[in-house]
């Protein structure tokens, strides 16, 4: 990371210092490509944080997500650099850009006007400080949700294995490895440890015990709500840094920062707002329909007299199931990796002429 900050640094100072009249490729395409080895370290280590995130990953993300803010930070509100691309932007003969070009600059002038560019003084630096706060709020949130799913689990002693009944094989043999895997003395190797670190959907869906279903529930309603790993102060904070981040950017709230024309293709909160409106309007009603059939069908079924939120998803597989014959457990042998590798690249092939193949030793 270290190497390839150094490298960035030097790619925008470079751009920075160039005598020559700034135009889009000096400027803009250039920046656009600068610090590539940024990317090429760190997209690698972020994607695989989640499914890896052991103490010393996390340590790694405490240690590595600080200076990544700050390197965005000299750039976004380094003044020399957003004089150079104001300077394209107002002076570019867009006849002479293509559409690429043309989206490439005026995303760049925004991104860099609604990032801090143009605060000065005490502003500047109240905005370099709340976004270092937001940014360790949200490492914090994030590190109390993988802690907390790993911390909490529900152990079914080997003597009360019935109470699995219904659940799919492939998952009795995952909760039966992580029993066998888990540190607890308490915990034997016959019995079965349901985690939280992957949603319980399986218990959700096929497990005809209630009082299981409910047991599962409540644990997963646990996650980042409770000491030592609880985020609801945090949630807050993280609502109130960035309201003040957008408001010092000048905007009425962070809705209104993060929906912009140059953002979103929504364009505004508000247009997100009647979205929602009218599919309320529109999903609202059959929606009650559909759960007034499905409680009728829990109730004459099972004399369930009030579905609780660990019913829903259990009703509803039975429902589908008797309904249409819909049997989750046999559709998946037709989506194994092969099949849907194999349906996505068809896909892709159709719809935009690319065709995909594999290039052993060629390529990392």
């Known amino acids: 990371q270290e190497w390839a900050l150094e490298i960035a640094r030097k790619d925008v100072d470079a751009i920075v210092k160039n005598p020559d009249t700034p135009c889009f490729e000096n400027t803009i395409h250039a920046l656009a490509v600068a610090g590539e080895e940024v990317g090429q370290v760190t997209r690698p280590f972020f994607e695989m944080v989640n499914p890896l995130k052991t103490p ?47 989206t490439l ?16 003084g005490k502003k500047r630096q109240e905005y370099q400080d ?32 019935h109470r699995l009944a219904g659940v799919p094989q492939n998952m009795l043999d995952i909760y039966r490895e992580n029993a066998k895997n888990d540190d607890d003395p308490s915990i034997a190797d016959d019995d079965y440890v349901i985690t939280m670190e992957a949603p319980p959907t399986a218990i959700y869906d096929y497990a005809q015990d209630r009082s299981l279903r409910e047991e599962v529930k409540q644990v997963a309603n646990k996650i980042g709500s409770e000491a030592p790993y609880d985020n609801t102060q945090i949630v807050h904070d993280i609502l109130e840094t960035r309201h003040k981040i957008a408001r010092l950017l000048g905007f009425k709230n962070h809705a209104e920062k993060t929906i912009r024309p140059d953002t979103r293709m929504a364009g505004s909160p508000q247009v997100v707002m009647d979205f929602l409106q009218k599919n309320a309007k529109t999903y609202l009603p059959p929606a009650k329909a559909f759960y007034k059939d499905l409680a009728n069908f829990a109730r004459k079924r099972d004399g369930i007299k009030k579905l609780e939120a ?14 249409i014959g819909l049997d989750m457990e046999e559709i998946k042998q037709y989506f194994n ?28």
Do not use: C
Not at 105 to 120: D, F, I, M, V
Not at 139 to 154: D, F, I, P
Not at 310 to 322: G, H, V
């Open 56 to 102: 010393d990953v996390q340590a790694t993300v405490n240690n590595i997500r600080p200076k990544l803010v700050q390197f965005g930070m000299e750039v976004s509100m380094n003044p020399a650099l957003f004089k150079k691309i104001k300077h394209v932007y107002d002076h570019a003969d867009r006849a002479l850009l293509s559409v690429e070009e043309q």
């Open 105 to 120: 600059l005026e995303k760049t002038y925004n991104k860099y006007r609604n990032s801090g560019a143009l605060l000065k």
């Open 130 to 161: 709340l976004s270092q706060k937001l940014s360790q709020l949200t490492t914090e949130y994030g590190n109390n949700v993988v802690n907390s799913k790993a911390a909490l689990k529900v152990v079914i002693k080997a003597k009360d294995a």
């Open 310 to 323: 660990w019913d829903r998803a259990y009703y509803i597989r039975l429902m589908r199931e008797e309904q």
């Open 337 to 364: 990796l092969e099949n849907v590798l194999e349906g996505m690249f068809a896909h892709n092939e159709e719809l935009y002429g690319i065709t995909m193949r594999e290039q052993d030793g060629k390529y990392p």
